[in-house]
């Protein structure tokens, strides 16, 4: 992924329409490269998640352009390119594991990830991922502590415990989550070696305990919708 890093980073320090249009073609080349590596990716969650069989790689990956209407920062490129391999792909409301790829240092994440879970929520999902907590909360710890190296992202929480749970839930700081995801970053040898598949998938392996709890939950939180 060295090639697609070294446009990202220069997109970053040149980002605006005329740099983008004149690499234009170096654009392509990495985009045809990110998506025979996202081709594999699901292929190979696949093996060990059957939920995500069928998946494109269109249903896993996003524009490179930036939605500006309705914020402050108005570069029109991300700096970032990623891919989130959920049940029925990236719009569906489901969990699943992402891949983040971006120089280290700059913005939103700080650096290339791996990601497994579920960012942002429906209402009526968060309540029910708070639901399997309060009633699975060991089984849901006993999955992170199954994925070494991964950490329980807590950004996004309440001070609180959201009324109508218990404040004094064992699992108070599990039910005061926004976002139910664990990240571990991708250290620069694994990141431009050719392994970097294989070692996406062993690690991603390791979360799919993880995934399939919250897609429990999610899946009971649409039932209840229909």
Same mark, same amino acid.
């Given at each position: 992924?060295?090639?697609?890093?070294?446009?990202?980073?220069?997109?970053?320090?040149?980002?605006?329409? %005329?740099?983008?249009?004149?690499?234009?073609?170096?654009?392509?080349?990495?985009?045809?490269?990110?998506?025979?590596?996202? %081709?594999?990716?699901?292929?190979?969650?696949?093996?060990?998640?059957?939920?995500?069989?069928?998946?494109?790689?269109?249903?896993? +990956?996003?524009?490179? @352009?930036?939605? +500006?209407?309705?914020?402050?920062?108005?570069?029109?490129?991300?700096?970032?390119?990623?891919?989130?391999?959920?049940?029925?792909?990236?719009?569906?409301?489901?969990?699943?594991?992402?891949?983040?790829? %971006?120089?280290?240092?700059?913005?939103?994440?700080?650096?290339?990830?791996?990601?497994?879970?579920?960012?942002?929520?429906?209402?009526?999902?968060?309540?029910?991922?708070?639901?399997?907590?309060?009633?699975?909360?060991?089984?849901?710890?006993?999955?992170?502590?199954?994925?070494?190296?991964?950490?329980?992202?807590? +950004?996004?929480?309440?001070?609180?415990?959201?009324?109508?749970?218990?404040?004094?839930? %064992?699992?108070?700081?599990?039910?005061?989550?926004?976002?139910? &995801?664990?990240?571990?970053?991708?250290?620069?040898?694994?990141?431009?070696?050719?392994?970097?598949?294989?070692?996406?998938?062993?690690?991603?392996?390791? +979360?799919?305990?993880?995934? @399939?709890?919250?897609?429990?939950?999610?899946?009971?939180? &649409?039932?209840?919708?229909?």
């Amino acid at each position: 992924m060295k090639e697609v890093l070294d446009f990202l980073r220069r997109l970053h320090d040149n980002n605006d329409r %005329e740099w983008f249009d004149a690499h234009r073609g170096e654009w392509l080349e990495v985009k045809a490269r990110f998506a025979a590596f996202t %081709e594999r990716l699901i292929e190979g969650i696949a093996a060990f998640d059957p939920t995500i069989r069928g998946l494109r790689v269109q249903d896993c +990956t996003y524009r490179i @352009a930036r939605d +500006t209407r309705f914020s402050a920062d108005k570069r029109p490129y991300k700096s970032h390119i990623g891919a989130f391999v959920a049940p029925r792909g990236k719009k569906s409301g489901f969990a699943g594991y992402y891949l983040h790829l %971006e120089p280290a240092g700059d913005s939103l994440l700080g650096g290339s990830v791996l990601a497994s879970g579920i960012y942002c929520p429906e209402p009526v999902v968060l309540r029910s991922l708070r639901e399997e907590v309060l009633d699975h909360g060991d089984e849901l710890l006993q999955a992170i502590a199954a994925a070494p190296g991964f950490r329980l992202d807590t +950004t996004n929480r309440l001070k609180r415990v959201p009324t109508g749970f218990p404040a004094d839930s %064992e699992y108070a700081d599990l039910l005061k989550l926004k976002d139910f &995801y664990i990240e571990k970053p991708i250290d620069n040898r694994s990141l431009e070696s050719d392994a970097l598949l294989g070692y996406a998938l062993e690690e991603f392996r390791r +979360t799919q305990p993880f995934i @399939a709890q919250l897609n429990r939950a999610v899946e009971y939180a &649409y039932e209840e919708m229909r």
